[in-house]
């Protein structure tokens, strides 16, 4: 039968006498040289632009819609 041999295969202890190295050691990453999202200074700088004159221009809008400034 199939369980007939399960004592000698638990008396061959060899497998569980070989330790697993670095099994909870986290790998190493790169850290991207101090970028943010893959990005350059440069590149972040005009991200930051254009956010800034989004943000100018939907207050600017929401301003006149609700007629607290008029242009004429």
């Known amino acids: 039968m199939m369980f007939d041999s399960l ?11 070989q330790p697993l190295d ?3 050691e986290p790998e190493p990453y790169d850290t991207g040289a101090g970028r943010f ?3 350059t200074t440069g590149q972040r700088l005009v991200i930051s632009l254009l956010l800034l004159a ?3 221009v939907l207050g600017f809008t929401c ?10």
């Open 7 to 17: 004592r000698d295969i638990s008396d061959d202890s060899t497998e569980l006498e």
């Open 22 to 24: 670095n099994i909870f």
């Open 37 to 39: 999202l893959g990005m």
């Open 54 to 56: 989004t943000v100018i």
């Open 63 to 72: 301003l006149m819609v609700t007629e607290k400034i008029w242009l004429f």
